[in-house]
């Protein structure tokens, strides 16, 4: 049994599965306008936010989503200058784009100003470059964000969202991406949180399709293992407006001025390799 | 809470986590002279069979698994003729083995012969091919079995153990990949499954240490998903007598002419890719 006392524990209905973490004590929790915020301090995996009861973020294995989310679409880009995050409110995607030295603007479009601000406070590391002179922080919906973005403004934008449930459902349909089309310049990347391969693969199949009836001329479905997500397997999902995905910076990748955990580009390469499955099941 | 009622729960207690799985029923235990055996059948992992409480295979998940303990050391070796395994009670492993073509003979070698008879009623997809002609399962003590093996008798060794506690705990040591060098011919590969990079890289760096000191030449350890297993992020690493294992019949996998669902030359290719945080971490 995994009793409720000293034990954090989410249940995936339809991966008829669970995962629990081993609690020391909660230091936060609030009732947002838009959802509740949870932090935990953990035996092993640090700091644990959760955001209605879901796992957003954890010390331990949060470099692997957040590196994966933000290296290989701005090494696929040839030259990323502005970049635009919708959600990411926990700011580790952002600190990952404002690590390119090729980058002048790093928007921010989160709607819940309290999740950034309950980061600053629980994520020191994660939010450690919210004052870099090119992010600029808004707290407002991404989905009239994108719909009134001007046209070619962004070079890549990056949906670091929650679940395709509730208020970020419309973060995975083509009405939205029709936007971030319109909204990319030249050579534009768009990239999505896209679930498990192993239990969602219906979503990816549709998030794929999504974007191709958008206009986008490749779609590619990164995989990496993120250990708190459901099925410990994720995905990220990219699409470019004019160019393929295959190909990416790999010398600026290899000789890169900063520090990672998980990426290099034998593991760009690595996420895009696609298991045998993958065709049939994400169409 | 996760009750006991309804749900099957590992904890992982070094990770400092728990998974569950959903129950419809238990349809058998029993308890062995080595181990307690049971089988569940399950909400959307199918038929799931624990030893000892610790899951070792689900209908679900185990593709991965076996296909990745298998594919690469086979498609690594030149013309894998005789193939032994140690461990591998539920078969998944030897019927990988025996797609190959090449393989004259696959002898499994499983401490508990109740696992393979459990297996053979409750998954027979895994025990389909144990009346191949070149198949020879044996039951006895695998440690002792590497002993007495004869020089050069074998062209892959597949260590498809339990975790490295109890009575597995010397299918991890030096003296026992010393065995299996001198059992190996020229070219010869040993592979073994070598738990979570995330929580167990001292296991994978020790694993890694004892084999080059037994004289392997050149050692790789693949990363993979399996959802069922904690942490949700595996890997099995290979030592190869004399030569590098980061070439294979990449044609001769291109063109296999069996099926899989997760193993294919691009599959393998990133599954020896190292994360960053790989070459300090596993030494």
Redesign the interface.
Known sequence: ????SG?F?E?CE?????????LKEKVHEEQTPYQYIEIYE????GTLMTLDGLVMVTD??NF?YHEMMVHPALFAHPDPKRVLIIGGGDCGSLREVLKHGTVELAEQVELDERVTRVSEKFFPELTESNNDPRARLHFTDGIKWMADAKPESYDVIIVDSTDPVGPAAGLFSEAFYRDCFKALRAHGIVVGQSESP??HASIIKSMRGALRAAGFQDVATL?F???SYP???WTATLACKDASLSDFRQDAAAHKDF??????P??H???L?????FPEALG
Chains 1, 2 share one sequence.
């Open positions: 049994m995994i009793p409720d034990w524990t249940i339809e991966c008829g599965s669970a995962f629990s973490i081993k953990t035996e092993t995996f331990k294995d692997i192993l239990f995989n293992p993120q250990c099925s410990g397997w520090p990672t955990r998980y990426y290099n034998a593991m390469t690595a996420a390799a696609t298991p045998e499955f």
